[in-house]
């Protein structure tokens, strides 16, 4: 996994590639919680990916209900994998409405 972070003003950027699967979660977890612990909004962009699994999109829905709890900002931004768009929609985590999680029923899935 490779991460790349561009930041812009309370605005962080990260570029995601590589492997996005179990065997990086904790190091994945770690760039989030580092992240969010900066700035007060982050977009979370899609790189090359070899690999994708499960472990990542769930890593995103917590990352994001974390930023809502703590007032927050996070959302998707470029997505250049087509890899990961076929996973995410085989995966089930194409969304028709939003996360009931969420006090304003917002959905990283459909930002």
Do not use: Y
């Amino acid at each position: 996994m490779t991460v790349k972070a561009k930041k812009k003003a309370q605005t962080q950027k990260i570029l995601l590639q590589g492997e996005l699967t179990i065997s990086e979660a904790g190091s994945i977890a770690r760039q989030f919680t580092q992240v969010f612990a900066g700035h007060d909004e982050v977009i979370i962009e899609i790189g090359a990916v070899e690999s994708v699994d499960l472990t990542f999109l769930q890593i995103i829905c917590s990352a994001h209900q974390t930023a809502i709890k703590t007032g927050k900002t996070m959302k998707l931004g470029e997505i250049k994998s087509q890899r990961f768009l076929d996973f995410h929609k085989d995966a089930g985590f194409v969304r028709n409405r939003e996360c009931c999680s969420s006090p304003a029923h917002t959905c990283v899935w459909n930002s």
